[in-house]
């Protein structure tokens, strides 16, 4: 039963790639040790659990006319939740007293009982606008299926605030590589809004995630990379029970 569980929710976040995205202020450290990493994540899933406790119809118009309002469509607010599972994994992660944080991408492997898939995770930080941009690229081994997430955070570690943060990625697989797979989300002001894959903008945005994400899967893959199976569970756990 478990096994059909874990599966089920990360099926749903291979149809959300996501990214998080934040606004920096003054007083943030220049570089960021393990608790702070931890601190951004926690408030990133806390602050969106609360969210989809007290979520209420917008009431104002978008003033971006390329993002369209989903505060009033449970499947975008529940899918966007689902793609959280990944931040608690970076969390599990960051929360091993034996890991040591990584300057270049790292590649690591997961198996939840059922598939087995190998990830390459990158995480940055931009002191000038306190924001983390984690990246993670996961390439089942046995199937064709490609997720890859970006989670942008802005977090403010002076006054320990989460000011807002974007959910984007690619979900389908290697050989179909398409900007229609492309979905990004951004929470911001305690409301949700989704890119309009119909506007203007979308395709070339779309196809600079394709490429981004070519980038960071191109090098060649670790030969004994970290096994991450716990820490994804729990992640999985953690994720379904909020």
Known sequence: MKKKLFSFVLAICLIVPCAFMFTGCGGNPAELTKADYIKAFNSVTSTYNQYLTNAQPASTQISDSDFIDTNNNLQAQNMAKASLAMVYFLNNIYSNDTYTLKTAPEDCFVNDGHEIFDIRMSTEYNANT??????????????????????????DFNTETLNNFSILGFSG???????NNVRYYKFANNTLKVLDNTAESFEPFAQSILNEMETLSAPE?????ADYSTEYLLAMSEAMGQ
């Open 173 to 179: 697989t290697d050989t179909n590589k398409t900007t």
């Open 221 to 225: 893959k670790a030969q004994n990379p």
């Open 130 to 155: 306190s924001t983390i941009i984690a990246k993670l690229y996961a390439d089942y081994r046995d199937s064709a299926t490609l997720q890859y997430f970006v989670f942008e955070i802005n977090y």
